[in-house]
């Protein structure tokens, strides 16, 4: 029988998260005065070796919300691959059983170079994400499972070559499964492939068979809207003070019309916005949200965030998503999801890791029930109400 309150639980998933993985080498640089010169031999400390990107910082933070999970990401059987592998199974040798290893490829890695008081520098290896397919999951195993994510596209080449042909085939064979589907973006490079594709045309292709989609603002302003992308990289406060509600709500309008039944985005310090779609466009929710899915239709909320000492926020975005999807398939209503996942991405900031700070279901509930302070949103929430239970704004009018 599962347990909520000690985190363990029964072999079978409830979860599969595929696509982009990677090994990340942190070496320890201990002084400020670091020369990256030709022809120099530099001394640094020991190595961090942790693995990185959706699959591991999503699927991670889920188990660590109690949620069994099954990881689908691709290595090599090259040493890289094999330490993937380990790192993964150390956590709990369920979540490598879905592992992908593609004999003679590249496991992809990367080099994170932090000086102490220096921006970082991130030398990075696709490897064989850049191969990552339609193909590669087995899609036997989803028919068992209540959910399906996959992160970071923009970071895996042959998914989204051909205006995304590998992307929607993925998702089509995935919904047809029966499962809940469910997509995470990260920033597009904009010197890579995926900085020159037409991301509306693949989106606009692909979320007819995605049922949650929330990415980030910034990344949702990079890949929809260029024009404001532009614009807003030089507004004052830094990027997220561009989130007015008139414009967020607005971009909640247009990705719905893209097609999930979920949408939403992660706004940093500003919190979490979700709109979802009218009853009319709820056929086929799958298994995960097929219980009370009424709860879910024609809702517009805004969750703030919560008030933390900011330590780092690598895989902050995937712990919000993570407590989004972790409270849904414990089957909590919607103002309970956004509000956990905030409180999960905030755990997540207050380590410098990307599941260092991550609490168990029940400490970040218990969290949250002592009175964890809110942050104010420092917009008027005209037009909205505020809902004291869970700390959510919701529109007086629900329709979106």
Not at 52 to 73: C, P
Not at 349 to 358: I, R, S
Request: glycine share 12%; aromatic share 8%.
């Amino acid at each position: 029988m599962t347990s909520e309150r000690d985190g363990s639980f029964g072999r079978e998933a409830e979860a599969v998260i595929g696509g982009h993985i990677c090994l990340d080498i942190i070496p320890e640089i201990k002084g400020s005065d670091v020369a990256f010169a030709e022809g120099f031999l530099q001394e640094i400390g020991k190595a961090v070796v942790s693995t990185g990107g959706a699959v591991s910082n999503t699927g991670l933070a889920m188990r660590r919300l109690g949620i069994a999970t099954l990881l689908m990401g691709k290595v090599g059987n090259d040493l890289f691959g094999q330490a993937v592998r380990q790192i993964v199974g150390r956590h709990d040798p369920l979540l490598a059983q879905g592992m992908i290893e593609s004999p003679g490829a590249v496991t992809s890695y990367s080099v994170i170079l932090s000086p102490v008081g220096r921006d970082r520098m991130v030398l990075h290896c696709p490897g064989c994400n850049d191969t990552f397919s339609a193909e590669d999951i087995a899609y036997v195993r989803l028919g068992g499972v209540k959910l399906f994510h996959l992160g970071y596209p923009p970071l895996m080449r042959r998914l989204i070559e051909r205006d995304g042909a590998e992307l929607v085939e993925l998702f089509r064979r995935a919904k047809a499964t029966g499962v809940t589907t469910s997509l995470d973006m990260s920033m597009p490079d904009e010197a890579s492939f995926a900085g020159g594709v037409d991301w509306r045309t693949i989106l606009s292709r692909a979320l007819p068979y995605v049922d949650i989609f929330i990415p980030s603002f910034e990344e949702t302003i990079y890949t929809l809207y260029p024009d404001k992308f532009r614009a807003f990289c030089g507004h004052a406060g830094g990027f997220i003070a561009a989130a007015a509600p008139d414009l967020v709500r607005s971009i909640g309008r247009d990705l719905l019309n893209l097609g999930p039944k979920i949408a939403g985005l992660k706004l940093g310090r500003l919190g979490l916005y979700v709109a979802t779609a009218p009853a009319s466009r709820w056929a086929e929710p799958g298994r995960a949200l097929s219980a009370r899915p009424e709860e879910w239709h024609a809702r517009e909320l805004w969750s703030p965030g919560f008030r933390v000492d900011v330590v780092g926020t690598t895989g902050a975005g995937d712990a919000t998503f993570a407590g989004f999807l972790a409270a849904l398939l414990r089957g909590r209503p919607p103002e309970a999801c956004v509000a956990f996942a905030c409180a999960s991405g905030a755990c997540n900031t207050e380590a410098a890791d990307a599941l260092g700070g991550v609490l168990s279901w029940d400490q970040t509930w218990d969290r949250i029930a002592a009175g964890w302070d809110r942050l104010v949103l420092p917009f008027p929430m005209s037009g909205w109400r505020w809902q004291d239970g869970e700390g959510v704004w919701t529109t007086a009018h629900t329709q979106v």
